[in-house]
């Protein structure tokens, strides 16, 4: 269990590699900070363990080293196919710019798909925790004994997660708990999820009940989830007609007029009808397979 801790207390820390390029570059990328203010707001929704100057450093760094790697190896292999040294150089130095900005932007996006990660796994958490948390309120706890008795789950969930970040904030960094959970706030996806956070806030502040409030919210919550529920249900209906189309009927089809166009012209724009037959049987056919299986693993509830 230790060893398990451990790894994951290594897994939420900046690399060496961040590390280096905050500490090799910072003072040269003090213009650079303010142009970026979203990659900060998503670096904060996304709970990346590290700050926001840090990613822009490794940003920088890794384009730096794209571009130097970019540079080299295009010059080296037109040199091998003895291109003319002018083009060389042109293509090289485009090779290494473009290199570099596909870098710098593509690294952006990481935090974009994590925060839209965490908030897809949040929407799926919700339901179930606010029922914990009702029923948690009705034991007698505050609204900060049922963060700190959630943070004790021995769970990767998200909720687990930010229960933990309020817990660490009240015990560790002495602030309180309407504090704690607007800082929690600002880092949570814009939703239902911050809507509900905002909510117990309100109620707690106004003197409510949070157990009602909880409950109330969750009914709504469940609700919209028999909703999503229904229209995934749906959407694999029309995967399933999909499936037989493209996976029952078009090879059927696809095999008897080409096994018909055969007998008059063994040749199809200029490919062997029995080779398009074995491409159609162990190519198309295990493709459109495989992107149906990704749709529904899409579609499909987690939980």
């Known amino acids: ?27 040269r990328l003090d213009f650079l ?42 010059f080296v292999a037109l040199t091998l196919f003895n291109v003319e040294l002018i083009s060389t150089v042109i293509l090289s130095l485009v090779s290494s710019l473009g290199l570099s900005i596909m870098t710098f932007f593509g690294m952006q996006a990481v935090p974009v798909l994590n925060s839209k990660t965490r908030a897809t796994k949040l929407s799926d958490e919700i339901p179930h925790y606010i029922g914990y948390m009702a029923t948690l309120c009705a034991s007698g706890l505050s609204l900060e004994g049922i963060f700190k008795a959630i943070s004790k789950e021995e769970s990767t969930e998200e909720i687990v997660k930010d229960a933990k970040f309020v817990t660490r904030n009240i015990e560790i960094l002495g602030m309180d708990v309407i504090t704690a959970v607007n800082d929690l706030i600002k880092r949570a996806p814009k939703g239902s999820y911050s809507e509900l956070l905002e909510g117990a806030i309100i109620t707690f ?22 909703i999503n529920i229904k229209r995934s249900t749906e959407s694999l209906g029309v995967l399933a007609e999909m499936y037989t189309i493209l ?57």
């Open 1 to 27: 269990m230790l060893k398990t801790k451990n790894n994951d207390a290594h897994k939420h820390q900046a690399s060496g590699f961040q590390v280096y390029s905050y500490r090799l570059l910072n003072k």
């Open 33 to 74: 900070y303010p142009r970026l203010p979203k990659l900060r707001e998503n670096i904060k929704q996304a709970m990346m363990p590290m700050p926001y100057e840090v990613f822009v450093a490794s940003m920088v760094f890794a384009s730096i080293i794209t571009a130097v790697i970019g540079l080299v190896g295009t």
């Open 205 to 226: 502040n106004a003197g409510g009940n949070l157990r009602e409030y909880f409950l109330a919210t969750a009914k709504v919550h469940l609700e919209e989830k028999k």
């Open 247 to 303: 996976l029952i009927v078009f090879p059927l089809m696809a095999i008897i007029m080409l096994s018909i166009m055969a007998i008059m012209n063994p040749n199809l724009g200029g490919f062997d009808l029995i080779t398009l037959m074995n491409m159609l049987t162990y190519v198309v056919v295990p493709l459109f397979g495989i992107v149906l299986l990704i749709m529904m693993n899409s579609m499909v509830p987690k939980r």
